[in-house]
T-cell receptor, first 115, second 108 residues
């Protein structure tokens, strides 16, 4: 299956700062990547769909100005949490589908803690 | 949007036992995947199974698309099978909707 990496694996930041999370496709070109958020003991919720070379599509209730997504190349998508607050603390996971298959593969996730 | 329900929410097994996890979904789908989330949060792909039956070692899965459900079978469970099992479905555009998960604990 596809290999997806995320960086950093965990981050602790102060309230009001911005945090950038990178998602890389290591073995094929991903025209579409997905960003999910998972709160403790809950399921994954799709935040947005990231399309290479175009604007991301956000799910209802997700603030696009707070969660900035950039998909500048076929192997890299970034999620920036701007002016982070403690309620943004969560596990952020990226997924990708591509290479001629509908199967979606996921990165190892980034645990964000906002103090 | 599509609703996905998994049952049971929690499952405690004795090592060596067999179990069945269920995933019901509310609409037609063209993608259904089963994942195992390990204690570190990594989602491990188990099956891509929008219809039919597949087997991989001690795990097997069956999806009956016309009746909108899928089953994941774990046979001869081991402690390493512990974790959360998610079913996720997709209709158009590769977007996946996840079920609430089944938290499995296998005791030695």
């Amino acid at each position: 299956g596809a290999v997806v990496s995320q960086h950093p694996s965990w981050v602790i930041c102060k309230s009001g700062t911005s945090v950038k999370i990178e998602c890389r496709s290591l073995d094929f070109q991903a025209t579409t990547m997905f960003w999910y958020r998972q709160f403790p003991k809950q399921s994954l919720m799709l935040m947005a769909t990231s399309n290479e070379g175009s604007k991301a599509t956000y799910e209802q209730g997700v603030e696009k100005d707070k969660f900035l997504i950039n998909h500048a190349s076929l192997t890299l998508s970034t999620l920036t949490v701007t002016s982070a607050h403690p309620e943004d603390s969560s596990f952020y996971i990226c997924g990708q589908a591509g290479g001629g298959t509908d199967t979606q593969y996921f990165g190892p996730g980034t645990r964000l803690t906002v103090l | 949007g599509i609703q996905v329900e998994q049952s049971p929410p929690d499952l405690i097994l004795q090592e060596g036992a067999n179990s069945t996890l269920r995933c019901n979904f509310s609409d037609s789908v063209n993608n259904l995947q089963w994942f195992h989330q390990n204690p570190w949060g990594q989602l491990i792909n188990l099956f891509y199974i929008p219809s039919g039956t597949k087997q991989n070692g001690r795990l097997s899965a069956t999806t009956v698309a016309t009746e909108r459900y899928s089953l994941l079978y774990i046979s001869s469970s081991q402690t390493t099978d512990s974790g959360v099992y998610f079913c996720a479905v997709g209709a158009a555009g590769n977007k996946l909707t996840f079920g609430g998960g089944t938290r499995v604990l296998v005791k030695p």
